[in-house]
């Protein structure tokens, strides 16, 4: 295990401690063991210099592709998180979709075991529902929560089966584990490419009408008031689905959900302008202005508990077929920050606090992982991040081994300064990686 | 005169044309109508010019009308479909590209189910490219030859109150035309069952009804749209008879348009389905005009792009 870092001379950010201010962090043992303004210098504590600096609890992407095994050609855990290192994330959750899809702890393990091999971030893999994701039979929910999954999802496509996700809600609590939907009524979306309205009628498009999402999210809450099941919607893209979610909260329900960037600052006016940029494809797709807004209001008020990437690489071979024919999904981790940074808190729309909650606090509390603070105890885990600093997008500095991004030169102001993962510093301007078994699995 | 109003090298769509544009390609067009009536029906305007016929997408009228306003301008033309071509569904769009320019065409016509991949072919190809339909998005020269028999049969588009029906939500037809027309000054309504509009149709910049004889009320032209038989169309409509007895034209509801009233189709017709039968072939019909008109339209696009691809006005016809 690496030996006591003090992070010194930044400003600390933590809505768990309720702490905005000047302060210096301390970690000894992989742990936080002091947080608070001018600590004594810790006897071989090695010192980073944080002076200019917010200093945050490290940031969580609860909702990326990593691609291996199976698409290593799209990304691999390692390049995946090592993208993560570079967008200022600490820790990654990953999507079963794989190939095999991870449907059996032995997946689980391998991921893990790639992740401490390429030592850039740590990973939580999320579980399949349904074997093979092909929405019949449940998979070993216990097994795999003791392999270390933090949660279960079909992601990619819905749980369709209402009698497969009601059990799926019931079998869950067993373990705690929330059931992560991507909530789309397959009926509805049919052919669709994008978001159903004046674009895609003028562009004569097949759309997906918001009612795809709105009818499964509805559908689910149902169950969710069913079984006291824990709830998570990913990648919530349409006001009727947040009123839902509002509406299935006040009566008490355990549900949460997240939003995507791309969801928050483009829509479906943007797929327009694109020409049908395959790089402005994704599911679900961006929404209409009415959505884009209703979602950002929900950021603000509270409604939304999580921002997530959805990072989901696709080589350029892929993404130089035509819209119709590319898949969906576009890359998030490296942008994902920035675009927080610059769109939603320079721009007033949140704190810096309530973005620290919505990307680490809150992501900790859903998936049940240490983390999310910088209180003692806490995993030492710590994003730093420059206010100041302008960076373009630029796919071609991209560590993912995929390009497809909506963003490629925006210019924003804000980026991530480096991360640190259990006490370790993370180079990931992309010098070599440091040995194996670095950092230590944190599944208390 | 096409120096000052025609300078495009593509024709990917009307909604980049304007009005002086649209009214360049009728004008051109009117002097290529005569060479069907020719006994040699021959120029030698693209002789040595290479035109490919790229069909990603079935196709029998189209591409016929393209290929013989091909030969009749002596242009060397090639055609590929997806059953003889192995530029298919899959490969990337600068693969295909690359191998269409190694081929060094002048002038590359594409037809493909998927909106906007002749714009993105365009912009990797030194050629031209002319949009002969891309899914339910554009087809550009259908709209042009629409206008073109209009504006023969009427002597004018301005201010002619036109209806457009059918299945608008998966029509190229219709988006194209609105357009064209609109831009010509034409008063165009868009109907058709609620099942076959778009959301929000009335952003396709017509006026938008939901029945046959509000939308052919007064109407000095009425155009019906093929109801797609082929496609999963059968939950936009229970029955071929029921879409006949509320959205199919019939010689007693055409009493409601004007007297002076001419019918059109892009074709292939489904005769007792969207028109019936006395209607397609009564004395209101211009369908074939159409046919034969599209040729003309389609001559003059071929020669204009030739012209200012090869940076030249191009010999006259």
Redesign the interface.
């Known amino acids: 295990m690496s030996g006591s870092l003090l992070i010194r001379g930044g400003r600390v950010v933590d809505p768990t401690q309720e702490l905005d201010g000047p302060a210096d962090v301390l970690i000894e043992g992989g742990r936080v063991t002091a947080c608070g303004p001018g600590l004594p210098a810790a006897e071989s504590a090695r010192e980073v210099d944080a002076a200019g600096l917010v200093v945050v609890p490290g940031l969580i992407d609860m909702h990326v592709h990593l691609r291996e095994p199976g698409q290593e050609y799209k990304e691999t855990i390692d390049t995946g998180t090592r993208a993560a290192a570079a967008g200022g994330f600490t820790a990654v959750a990953c999507m079963p979709n794989t190939d095999p899809v991870n449907d059996d702890p032995s997946l689980t393990e391998f991921m893990l075991k790639q992740a401490e091999r390429a030592g850039w971030a740590r990973v939580y893999p999320i579980a399949a529902v349904s074997r093979r994701l092909e929405g019949r039979e449940l998979t070993e929910f216990g097994a795999q929560r003791r392999s270390g999954a933090v949660a279960v999802s079909d992601d990619g496509r819905p749980v369709w089966s209402a009698a497969l996700m009601r059990q799926a809600l019931r079998y869950a609590r067993h373990f705690d584990l929330p059931v992560i939907q991507h909530a789309e009524e397959l009926a509805l979306s049919g052919d669709g490419v994008m978001h ?10 097949e ?1 997906i ?1 918001g009612a795809a999402d709105d009818v499964m999210v509805s559908r689910d809450l149902l169950l969710v008031a069913d079984t006291g099941g824990r709830y998570h919607l990913a990648h919530m893209s349409t006001a009727r689905s947040l009123d839902l979610i509002r509406a299935a909260r006040a009566d008490g329900q355990r549900v949460t959900c997240e939003v995507s960037a791309h969801h928050l600052l483009l829509t479906d006016e943007d797929v327009f302008d694109s ?2 940029d395959p790089n402005f494809k994704m599911h679900p797709p961006l929404r209409s202005a009415a959505d884009r807004d209703a979602l950002v209001l929900g950021l603000a008020d509270g409604s939304i508990d999580a921002i997530a990437s959805d990072h989901a690489p696709h080589h350029p ?1 892929e993404k ?6 590319s898949p969906n999904g576009i890359v998030g981790l490296e942008t994902t920050l920035s675009l927080c940074l610059d769109r939603l808190v320079a721009k007033g729309v949140i704190d810096l606090a309530r973005l620290v909650d919505l990307l680490s606090t809150a992501p900790a509390r859903i998936l049940g992982v240490a983390g999310g603070s910088l209180a003692p105890g806490s995993p030492g885990d710590v994003t730093l991040i420059d206010l100041e600093r302008q960076v373009e997008v630029d796919p071609a500095a991209f560590r993912s081994r995929s390009r497809n991004t909506p963003f490629a030169g925006w210019k924003l102001r804000g980026a991530p300064a480096g991360t640190v993962v259990g006490g370790r510093r993370i180079e990931s301007a992309g010098v070599p990686r440091t040995g194996a078994g670095e950092i230590p699995a944190l599944l208390v | 005169m096409s120096e000052a109003v025609w300078q495009r090298g593509d024709l990917l769509g009307v909604a980049e044309l304007s009005q002086a544009e649209i009214l360049h390609v009728l004008d051109t067009a009117e002097s290529f109508v005569e060479v069907a009536a020719r006994p040699i029906k021959k120029v030698p305007t693209l002789r040595g010019k290479t035109v490919i016929n790229l069909f990603f997408e079935a196709s029998t009228r189209t591409s016929s009308s393209f290929e013989i306003a091909e030969k009749r301008l002596s242009a060397d033309n090639i055609n590929f479909s997806t059953s003889s071509s192995s530029l298919s ?2 490969e ?3 693969d295909t590209a690359r191998n269409l320019e190694a081929m060094a065409p002048d002038l590359v016509v594409i037809r ?6 002749p ?2 072919l365009a912009e990797r190809l030194a050629s031209g490219v002319i949009n002969a339909g891309d ?4 087809h550009p020269t259908q709209a042009l030859l629409d206008a073109f028999t209009i504006r023969r049969r009427k002597g004018r588009v301005e201010g002619l109150k036109i209806a457009i029906v059918g299945d608008v ?4 037809v219709v ?1 194209s035309n609105v357009l064209c027309l609109t831009r010509l000054g034409a008063d165009v309504t868009v109907a058709g069952p609620r099942t076959m509009m ?4 009335e ?2 910049g017509a006026r938008v009804v939901y029945s046959l004889e509000e939308a052919i009320e007064g109407a000095d032209v009425v155009m019906m749209l093929r109801v797609q038989l082929e496609r999963q169309a059968r939950a936009a409509f229970p029955s071929e008879r029921e879409y006949f007895e509320f959205f199919g034209l019939t010689a007693e509801r055409l009493r409601q348009a004007n007297d002076d009233a001419i019918i059109m189709h892009p074709g292939p017709i489904n005769r007792g389905i969207e028109i019936a039968s006395e209607v397609a072939d009564g004395p209101w019909s211009v369908i074939l005009e159409q046919v034969a008109n599209g040729v003309a339209v389609r001559m003059a696009v071929l020669y204009l792009l030739a012209g200012a691809k090869s940076g030249e006005d191009g010999p006259t016809p």
């Open positions: 159903e309205g004046r674009f895609s009628t003028r562009l004569g498009v759309g009408p020409g049908l071979d130089e077929l035509d819209f119709v024919a | 569904k899959g990337t769009l600068l493909h189910a998927h909106p906007r991949v714009h993105a899914g339910a998005h554009e939500a998966h029509s190229r988006r778009p959301e929000e149709p952003s396709l």
